[in-house]
Nanobody, 117 residues
Framework: VQLQASGGGVVQPGGSLRLSCVAS????????MAWFRQALGKEREFVAA????????LYADSVKGRFTISRDNAKNTVYLQMNSLKPEDTAIYFC???????????WGQGTQVTVSS
């Protein structure tokens, strides 16, 4: 499966952005989609996950109540709506797909999100 992420940019603290990730190619068996992020000098961390079929979701504590992951099955697209952004949300955001909620085999190219005044 190929993943194409988009929607990053520069936003002020308190602002919002919506990331998109389009999946194409051989998508069978990839039941879960997720967003991860990696800030400069830090390890990659989990942000949110969603199951294609049921819409089940999981969030990192650091983004609960601010970020929302959703999917459009007809468009093979997953979204990450990010509200109340903070400077510490600054990172490259990657989308990923996999067969289980905690293992991801396919990764997109990443999109930069910068939260700065």
């Amino acid at each position: 499966v190929q993943l194409q992420a988009s929607g990053g940019g520069v936003v002020q603290p308190g602002g919002s952005l919506r990331l998109s990730c389009v999946a194409s190619g051989r998508t069978s068996g990839n039941y879960f989609m997720a967003w991860f992020r990696q800030a400069l000098g830090k390890e990659r961390e989990f942000v949110a996950a969603i199951k294609w079929s049921s819409g089940w979701t999981l969030y990192a504590d650091s983004v609960k109540g601010r970020f929302t992951i959703s999917r459009d099955n007809a468009k093979n697209t997953v979204y990450l709506q990010m509200n109340s952004l903070k400077p510490e949300d600054t990172a490259i955001y990657f989308c990923a797909s996999g067969g289980t909620w905690n293992q991801y085999q396919s990764w997109g190219q990443g999109t930069q999100v910068t939260v700065s005044s």
